[in-house]
C-alpha cells in the first residue's frame, strides 16, 4: 500500500525522542462535540455507531480538526468499544447515558463464548476508515491509530456499560480472578490484532488508553492490567528502524510510571495528577512523554491558557522526547477558539526547546 510522503513528521520524531524544531501537540478527542463541524456530521450521520462503522463519516470528522487547527496530528475517529461490539455484545449508546451493551459478560459461561474478531469482516470498516483516513491526509501529518486496554474494555464488558463504582468487575476479581483473567487474555490477542490491522492499514502510531487502570490498587493494576498491556507491547508487530511504529500507553490516573516504561512502549502518556518534571527525572531517559495539561484550562482565557501552557513547557524542560497534549480528552463544552491558542502557544513557546 503505497501513501504520499509524510511532511510533518515532529511526532514521530519526538516519540523516538530524537530533536524537532517545536514540541509536536495533538488533542485527545480532538475530533468531537466541541466541534460544530462535527455536530452537524453527528446529525447528518443519524447516530453515533453510524458515524463510526461508516469510513467516509469517520474520515470527515478525523479530518475537521486538521482543517481548522496546526496540529501535527490526526487520530482515527472510532471507539474504544468497536472490539467487544465485534464479540457479539451488543453496543448501543443511549442519548445522555452513554454506552450500553446488550449483552455483558458476567460468568465463565459467558467469557466462554467470546472469541478475538476477524478483523476482515467484522471489523473491517475501522481499517477501511483508517487507509481512507491516511490516503486523505496526504502526508500532512502522522495518522494514529488506538485501542482501549484489555482491562479497560472489561470494565464495560462486564459492567455492562459505563460505572461509579466497578462493583461488578471488582467482585470478578476478587471471587473468580482466573474467570477475569481469561477475558483480559482474549481481550489482549484481540487487542494485540486490532493494532496490528490498524498498523497494516496505514496507521503511523499507535496509543492504548487504559481509561480506568486508576480505579485498581497499585497490585492490582500490576496483575489485571499491566501484564496484559506488556503482552500487547510484546506481541504487536511494529516494524524496526526508521519505519517502527510508535506505541504510546496511557494509564489515567496510575503513577506506576517506571513499571509503565518497561513494557517496552515507546512513549507513556501522563494525565495531570503528576508533573512532567518528575516523570521526565523518573523515565524520560527511556521513553518519550505525552502530556499533560489540565483539560480544564481550556475553560480560561487565552492569556489563561497561555500560561498553562508555558507550565507544562517549563515542567518538560528543553530536550527532545515531549508530545504535547491534554491530561484527559478535550470536553464538549470548550470553545474551539481555546484550542486554536493552546496549539499556537505549543508551537510558539516551545520553538527551538527540543533542539538544545
Given amino acids: 500500500m503505497s501513501f504520499a510522503p509524510l511532511r510533518n513528521d515532529r511526532l514521530l520524531r519526538a516519540l523516538r525522542r530524537?530533536?524537532?524544531?517545536?514540541?509536536?501537540?495533538?488533542?485527545?478527542?480532538?475530533?468531537?462535540?466541541?466541534?460544530?463541524?462535527?455536530?452537524?456530521?453527528?446529525?447528518?450521520?443519524?447516530?453515533?455507531?453510524?458515524?463510526?462503522?461508516?469510513?467516509?463519516?469517520?474520515?470527515?470528522?478525523?479530518?475537521?480538526?486538521?482543517?481548522?487547527?496546526?496540529?501535527?496530528?490526526?487520530?482515527?475517529?472510532?471507539?474504544?468499544?468497536?472490539?467487544?461490539?465485534?464479540?457479539?455484545?451488543?453496543?448501543?449508546?443511549?442519548?445522555?447515558?452513554?454506552?450500553?451493551?446488550?449483552?455483558?459478560?458476567?460468568?465463565?459461561?459467558?467469557?466462554?463464548?467470546?472469541?478475538?474478531?476477524?478483523?476482515?469482516?467484522?471489523?473491517?470498516?475501522?481499517?477501511?476508515?483508517?487507509?481512507?483516513?491516511?490516503?486523505?491526509?496526504?502526508?500532512?501529518?502522522?495518522?494514529?491509530?488506538?485501542?482501549?486496554?484489555?482491562?479497560?474494555?472489561?470494565?464495560?464488558?462486564?459492567?455492562?456499560?459505563?460505572?461509579?463504582?466497578?462493583?461488578?468487575?471488582?467482585?470478578?476479581?476478587?471471587?473468580?480472578?482466573?474467570?477475569?483473567?481469561?477475558?483480559?487474555?482474549?481481550?489482549?490477542?484481540?487487542?494485540?490484532?486490532?493494532?496490528?490491522?490498524?498498523?497494516?492499514?496505514?496507521?503511523?502510531a499507535v496509543m492504548v488508553f487504559d481509561t480506568w487502570g486508576g480505579v485498581l490498587t497499585p497490585r492490582h493494576f500490576r496483575d489485571f492490567s499491566l501484564r496484559w498491556m506488556s503482552q500487547i507491547a510484546a506481541e504487536l508487530p511494529r516494524g524496526s528502524g526508521a519505519d517502527r511504529v510508535p506505541l504510546i500507553l496511557f494509564a489515567k490516573g496510575v503513577h506506576q510510571l517506571e513499571a509503565i516504561a518497561d513494557t517496552g512502549c515507546d512513549a507513556v502518556g501522563l494525565d495531570w495528577t503528576i508533573d512532567l518534571s518528575e516523570a521526565r527525572a523518573r523515565i524520560g531517559h527511556r521513553v518519550a512523554l505525552q502530556g499533560n495539561l489540565d483539560p480544564v484550562a481550556l475553560y480560561g482565557n487565552d492569556a489563561a491558557v497561555r500560561a498553562a501552557v508555558a507550565e507544562v513547557l517549563d515542567s518538560f524542560g528543553d530536550g527532545p522526547g515531549h508530545v504535547f497534549n491534554l491530561g484527559h480528552g478535550i470536553t464538549p463544552d470548550v470553545d474551539p477558539a481555546r484550542a486554536a491558542t493552546l496549539v499556537q502557544a505549543v508551537h510558539e513557546l516551545s520553538a527551538g526547546r527540543a533542539m538544545r
Fill in 18 to 204: 530524537e530533536p524537532v524544531d517545536c514540541t509536536p501537540v495533538w488533542l485527545m478527542r480532538q475530533a468531537g462535540r466541541y466541534l460544530p463541524e462535527y455536530k452537524a456530521t453527528r446529525a447528518r450521520a443519524g447516530s453515533f455507531m453510524n458515524l463510526a462503522k461508516h469510513p467516509q463519516l469517520a474520515c470527515e470528522v478525523t479530518l475537521q480538526p486538521l482543517d481548522r487547527f496546526p496540529l501535527d496530528a490526526a487520530i482515527l475517529f472510532s471507539d474504544i468499544l468497536t472490539v467487544p461490539d465485534a464479540m457479539g455484545l451488543g453496543l448501543s449508546f443511549a442519548e445522555g447515558e452513554g454506552p450500553q451493551f446488550a449483552h455483558p459478560v458476567r460468568s465463565a459461561a459467558d467469557v466462554a463464548k467470546l472469541g478475538v474478531p476477524d478483523m476482515s469482516s467484522e471489523l473491517r470498516y475501522v481499517t477501511d476508515a483508517v487507509t481512507l483516513i491516511r490516503r486523505e491526509l496526504g502526508g500532512r501529518v502522522p495518522l494514529i491509530g488506538f485501542s482501549g486496554s484489555p482491562w479497560t474494555l472489561a470494565c464495560y464488558m462486564v459492567e455492562g456499560g459505563g460505572s461509579e463504582r466497578f462493583a461488578r468487575i471488582k467482585a470478578m476479581l476478587h471471587d473468580d480472578p482466573a474467570t477475569l483473567h481469561k477475558l483480559l487474555e482474549i481481550n489482549a490477542r484481540a487487542v494485540t490484532a486490532y493494532l496490528a490491522a490498524q498498523i497494516e492499514a496505514g496507521a503511523q
